[in-house]
């Protein structure tokens, strides 16, 4: 069984893949950064006025892919 793991913050990403570690999985993938961004508009309240860029917002995530040994016996 795979489960993925996904944080947005490094530390608490690698406590958790130690606790699921410590259950019986492994790590199948390494721990990667997965980054995504968007730019943001403000939209006017007037149909005139045009909409202004106004930044962009971007977002980490953490995430690893984590599957259960086999067990013997």
Request: net charge positive; charged share 40%; glycine share 4%.
């Amino acid at each position: 069984m795979r489960t993925t793991l996904k944080s947005m913050r490094l530390p608490e990403l690698v406590q958790r893949c130690r606790d699921m570690e410590a259950r019986g999985f492994e790590c199948v993938s390494p721990i990667e950064r997965v980054y995504s961004a968007r730019k943001d508009f403000y939209a006017p309240t007037r149909k005139q006025d045009k909409a202004k860029y106004v930044g962009l917002k971007e977002h980490v995530i953490w995430r690893c892919v984590m599957e259960r040994k086999e067990r013997v016996g």
